[in-house]
C-alpha cells in the first residue's frame, strides 16, 4: 500500500495530465479522471489510518507474539549469562538460537549476550541481587528462604504506565516531522485577493544515548538453577533498567551523554509560586493544568505526576471549616501519579528542596529504544577472577523526547 505522501503525489500528476488533455477530452482525460477518483478514496483511507495512528496510545512493539511470549517464559538470563562465561552444566539451547533474532532487532552484533527486553519491560518483579557488600553468593545456602528475600526501597517506573508512546527496534537515528505553524486565513471581500500564506514545519529528533551498569556475581550464583537466583538478578536488572529510564524522561539534562526530560524541555508551560518558592495552595494544579489548555493540547493521555512530598501536602489541604480537600479535589478528578524520581530537591532564589508538578498530555512522549538489554560477561576481569567470580556489564541504549512541549506543564518550586 502506497504511503499518504506517495498517494498525493500520484494525484498531483494526475491532476496535470488532466489539465494537459482538458482540451481534447480524449481518453487520456477520461482515464486520468477515473484513477483519480480512486487515488482520492485511497488517501482519505490513509488519512484515517494516520489519525489513528496518532491517537492510538502508546504501548512497547516486541514483533512476533509468539516468539514475545517464549522470550519471556523459556528465555533464561541466568543460563544466558553462564552461556556467555563458559559454564558447563545447562541446556543453552533456546538462549543461544535466539541471539541472531536479539541481534536483528538491534541492528548490531552483541559485544556480549543479548537479552530481550521483554524480561525487562513486561515482567516487573520486586526482588533483586544485592551490590558488593553482599554478594549473590551469599544466597546460596542450605536453607535459604528466598521466597522472603526483601529488596531495597525503590521508585516505581510511571511515565510509561501514563502512556509513553514507545518505538522499539530503532536503527539509524530518528525524525519525525510535524507541522509547525498553519497557513493564513483571511476574509475578503468579493472579487478580492487571498493574502498568500505558507505553513511551516518541524522535527522531533531522536538519537541513541547508552546507560549501563557493572557488577559482579559470584561464580556459584551462575552455576545454580534455582528459579529463586533467576528473578533476583533480572529483578535488578529490570529495576535499574526502569529507574534510569524514568529519570531521564522526567528531568534529563540533555547535555552530554544524558536525555533531555521534560523538565528541561523548552516551551513547556510553567507556573511559579514564588520568588523563593512557595507552599502548595488548592489552585495550584488548576493553574497547571490550564497551561496546557490555553495551548490547545490534546487530550488522549492527560495526567499529573509529582512527587510524595507534594502528595503529602496535597493531602493536608483544607478548607475554611478544616475539613481535607481530598487528592481527587485537590488534582481536579485526573489521574494523578506519584514517584519520587520526580525531583525534590530544587532551587529557587533562597529555597532549597522544591518539589515539581507535571501535568500533560503522556502520548506526546516519546521512549526510544535501539537495543535489546545487552549483556556482557567477563570471567576474566582481575578483581573478579581472583575470587572465582565473573563480572557483568549491562548496557542499553535508548532516547527520549516530546512531540509538543506545549502538552506539558510544570511548577518546579513548590514548598513541600
Not at 546507560?211 to 556475581?217: L, R
Not at 533498567?241 to 522526567?250: E, F, K, M, N, T
Not at 475539613?323 to 532551587?347: A, I
Not at 533562597?350 to 545487552?374: E, H, K, V
Amino acid at each position: 500500500m502506497l504511503k499518504l505522501a506517495e498517494l498525493q503525489e500520484r494525484r498531483s500528476a494526475l491532476i496535470t495530465t488532466m489539465k494537459t488533455h482538458e482540451a481534447d477530452g480524449g481518453e487520456a482525460f477520461v482515464a486520468a479522471e477515473s484513477e483519480l477518483h480512486s487515488v482520492n478514496g485511497q488517501i482519505e483511507r490513509a488519512k484515517a489510518i494516520e489519525t489513528a495512528e496518532r491517537q492510538e496510545r502508546g504501548s512497547p512493539i516486541f514483533g512476533d507474539p509468539k516468539l514475545s511470549t517464549a522470550l519471556r517464559t523459556d528465555f533464561s538470563l541466568v543460563r544466558a549469562l553462564a552461556m556467555q562465561a563458559g559454564l558447563s552444566g545447562h541446556d543453552y539451547g533456546f538462549e543461544r538460537e535466539v541471539q541472531p533474532e536479539l541481534a536483528k532487532r538491534a541492528g548490531k552484533a552483541a559485544e556480549g549476550v543479548m537479552a530481550p527486553l521483554e524480561l525487562f519491560l513486561e515482567k516487573r518483579v520486586l526482588t533483586s541481587t544485592l551490590p558488593a557488600g553482599g554478594p549473590g553468593g551469599h544466597l546460596v545456602q542450605t536453607e535459604l528462604n528466598g521466597e522472603l528475600y526483601f529488596d531495597r526501597l525503590r521508585a516505581a517506573m510511571k511515565v510509561q504506565s501514563l502512556g509513553a508512546r514507545v518505538l522499539n527496534g530503532l536503527v539509524g537515528n530518528v525524525d519525525i516531522p510535524g507541522l509547525k505553524t498553519s497557513s493564513t486565513v483571511g476574509w475578503v471581500a468579493e472579487n478580492a485577493a487571498l493574502t498568500p500564506s505558507d505553513p511551516e514545519y518541524r522535527k522531533v529528533s531522536m538519537t541513541p544515548k547508552h546507560a549501563g551498569a557493572i557488577t559482579e556475581v559470584s561464580r556459584n550464583m551462575l552455576q545454580q538453577t534455582s528459579p529463586d537466583i533467576e528473578t533476583l538478578i533480572r529483578a535488578d536488572f529490570a529495576a535499574l533498567l526502569a529507574d534510569a529510564v524514568d529519570r531521564a524522561a522526567i528531568s534529563g539534562t540533555g547535555t552530554g551523554a544524558q536525555p533531555r526530560g521534560i523538565l528541561s524541555t523548552a516551551g513547556i508551560g510553567t507556573v511559579a509560586m514564588g520568588t523563593n518558592g512557595a507552599a502548595m495552595t488548592i489552585d495550584t494544579p488548576i493553574d497547571v493544568m490550564g497551561r496546557i489548555d490555553i495551548a490547545n493540547a490534546p487530550a488522549t493521555s492527560r495526567a499529573f505526576l509529582t512527587n510524595s512530598k507534594v502528595m503529602v501536602a496535597a493531602m493536608k489541604l483544607k478548607d475554611s471549616d478544616g475539613r481535607p480537600y481530598g487528592l481527587q479535589q485537590v488534582f481536579q478528578n485526573q489521574r494523578v501519579e506519584f514517584s519520587n524520581n520526580v525531583p525534590g530537591n530544587l532551587t529557587k532564589g533562597t529555597g532549597t528542596n522544591l518539589s515539581a508538578l507535571i501535568y500533560g498530555n503522556w502520548d506526546d512522549l516519546l521512549i526510544g529504544y535501539w537495543s535489546a538489554f545487552d549483556l556482557l560477561v567477563n570471567p576474566y576481569e582481575a578483581t573478579a577472577y581472583a575470587k572465582g567470580n565473573v563480572s557483568i556489564r549491562a548496557m542499553l541504549t535508548c532516547d527520549v523526547n516530546v512531540r509538543y512541549a506545549e502538552s506539558f506543564a510544570a511548577a518546579t518550586d513548590i514548598l513541600a
